[in-house]
């Protein structure tokens, strides 16, 4: 079969013959579609533990086993605490192989029926995205429809996801970009406003202009941080999951201990949110958003349209063509 090989750090990846073999109790199924995460890309340069190459990478799939499409779930070994992963865990795409490959192996018990109301691609977006944004929100932050929810950086697969999830729950959501026109299509999608982070005191400004928020969701870290701190109601609950931005400087304790703000840090989600996550797409017909799609001998393209500033949404793989 033909996959997409990452062979050195820093390297493209090359399409080629890859052998992939089943363990036991696993069956090798044909993969139709998967989605690229930022995760891809850190493997890619050589930004994550453990990377031993070559290897197939891709965390999120859409498979077909006897004409039933399935969602592929990327966790594997989370282990027996539904609160933390064990040492064992790990991700789906790097030390088992990925999904930029026409045929993954994936244990039955990895395997979610697809939701009815999704086209092959939309359903490859959701996985790692929507997983990783239904632990920060529900599973960490405890979302209730009556909380009103800031999205920072919509334009982030997981963050849009955020944005989507909590809208259905009933939540008024506001979120920030560095671009209007990515503001403007959150308000088409429900979304009540937005910020431009850009903007100088942006949070400051914003918390004025429309009143505070109870839980926020953040992928950036970095500088702009104490902005979402400035934004926060007094008790509310941070949801970060991702540092983009790097180092967080520049924040008062007393602004935390005051406000009494609850921080979490969030990573992937258990077997059970991945359920709950899946449900919550089927029950209130989200339908992820697909930027663009490439076909798999065309993954080097597709990740360098990773970076394309204009980009809304998650970008997937066509791993049949
Ligand atoms: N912990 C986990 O389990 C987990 C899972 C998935 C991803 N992540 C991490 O989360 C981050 C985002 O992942 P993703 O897949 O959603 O990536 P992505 O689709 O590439 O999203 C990146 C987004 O970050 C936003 N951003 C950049 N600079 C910002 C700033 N200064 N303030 C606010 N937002 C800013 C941008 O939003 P605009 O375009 O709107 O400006 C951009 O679109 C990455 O660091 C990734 O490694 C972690």
């Not at 609160?83 to 990895?110: C, M, N, Q, W």
């Not at 850009?198 to 104490?226: C, E, H, L, R």
Request: a negative charge; hydrophobic letters at 40%.
């Amino acid at each position: 079969m033909k996959a997409a090989v990452l062979q050195e750090s820093n390297g493209p990846l090359v399409y080629r013959d890859w052998n992939v073999e089943a363990n036991e109790g696993e069956k090798l199924l044909e993969v139709k579609f998967a989605a690229i995460n930022r995760r891809d890309l850190w493997i890619q340069k050589g930004l994550y533990p453990g990377i031993k190459l070559p290897a197939v990478l891709g965390s999120d799939g859409l498979v077909y086993e006897n004409d039933q499409a399935f969602l592929v779930n990327p966790n594997l070994d989370w282990g027996d605490n539904p609160r933390v992963p064990a040492s064992s865990y790990h991700i789906r795409g790097l030390e088992k192989e990925g999904t930029f490959a026409e045929f993954t192996a994936v244990h039955p018990d990895r395997l979610a029926k697809k939701p009815s109301h999704l086209s092959d691609e939309q359903a490859a977006a959701l996985p790692l995205g929507g997983l990783t944004a239904y632990r920060a929100l529900v599973g960490n932050c405890n979302v209730q429809s009556t909380d009103r929810v800031f999205i920072n950086g919509i334009g982030g697969g997981v963050a849009l996801f955020a944005a989507q999830f909590a809208l259905a729950i009933g939540c008024e959501v506001h979120v920030s970009s560095s671009s209007q026109s990515k503001i403007d299509q959150a308000i088409q999608l429900g979304a009540t406003g937005g910020v431009l982070y850009t903007s100088d005191m942006w949070g400051k400004n914003y918390k004025k202009q429309v009143g505070g928020f109870d839980v926020v969701i953040d992928s950036a870290g970095g500088d702009g941080f104490p902005q979402l701190i400035n934004l926060c109601n007094i008790g509310a609950r941070i949801g970060i999951y991702g540092g983009t931005r790097g180092t967080i400087n520049g924040i008062s304790p007393q602004h935390l201990f005051f406000k009494q703000i609850h921080i979490f840090g969030s990573t992937m989600g258990n077997d059970q949110e991945f359920s709950e996550m899946v449900d919550l797409v089927d029950k209130y017909k989200i339908v992820p958003h697909v930027d663009e799609v490439f076909r798999l001998q065309e993954i080097n393209k597709a990740f360098a349209y990773m970076k394309n500033k204009e980009r809304f949404g998650k970008v997937i793989i066509d791993c049949s063509n």
